[in-house]
């Protein structure tokens, strides 16, 4: 699977990570306890931890074992959001899919425009059978998302992952996904 480091949108431009873009994603998303509410982690305390996350996506990008891009919005040009995808350890046909948008962000059909143009990307490779996402059964607005994308709603995974935002204990979440015929 190889990606591309740049994918672009009529209103977003995806890119690979920068170490510089960690003040704007801390200050954007994630040390906001709205945007990190659904997610499988807590709110970044300071800079320093989105710093070591983005070392991290890069570090992925470098061992072609996931891909993150920062979504930028073309208009104002701020770093809004970001989207991964994620190869399945074993199976790399299967890949996971995640997003999310600063809060100032949402409700402006850019997450469906962006996490659109990585499925339509991922599901461009030849290699690519299976690109699937899940999200909290609360999470409205992520589930709508995926419809909007044109991912298929597969069913309820019972106790599936910890929300630690929500609750310690493992929640429920929607499986979605879109599959070669
Ligand atoms: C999920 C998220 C990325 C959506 O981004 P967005 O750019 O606002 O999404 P879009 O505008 O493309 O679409 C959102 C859709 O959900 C709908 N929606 C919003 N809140 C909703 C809710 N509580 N219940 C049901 N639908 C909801 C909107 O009306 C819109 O649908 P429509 O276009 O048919 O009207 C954004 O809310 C976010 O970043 N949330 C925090 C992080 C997160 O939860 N990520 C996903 C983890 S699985």
């Not at 170490?19 to 998303?29: E, I, K, L, S």
Request: glycine share 8%; charged share 25%; hydrophobic share 40%.
């Amino acid at each position: 699977m190889r990606m591309p480091d740049i994918l672009e949108t009529p209103r977003c431009l995806l890119r690979k990570p920068q170490p510089g873009d960690a003040v704007a994603a801390f200050a954007g998303y994630a040390g906001d306890p709205r945007v990190t509410r659904y997610l499988g982690w807590r709110p970044h305390a300071s800079v320093a931890d989105t710093r070591r996350q983005i070392s991290y996506d890069l570090f992925r990008w470098l061992k072609g074992s996931g891909w993150t891009w920062m979504v930028l919005r073309r208009d104002t040009e701020e770093l809004a959001g970001l989207v991964e995808l994620v190869p399945l350890s074993g199976q790399p046909h299967r890949a996971r899919m995640g997003y999310l948008l600063g809060a100032a962000h949402w409700g402006r059909g850019l997450m469906s425009e962006a996490a659109g143009a990585v499925l339509r990307e991922a599901m461009a490779q030849p290699d690519v059978f299976r690109v699937d996402a899940v999200c909290d059964v609360d999470n409205g607005a992520s589930a709508r998302v995926l419809e909007k994308i044109g991912m298929q709603y597969e069913g309820v995974l019972r106790r599936y992952i910890v929300h630690p935002n929500v609750s310690d204990e493992p929640r429920d979440v929607r499986l979605y996904a879109a599959a070669r015929p």
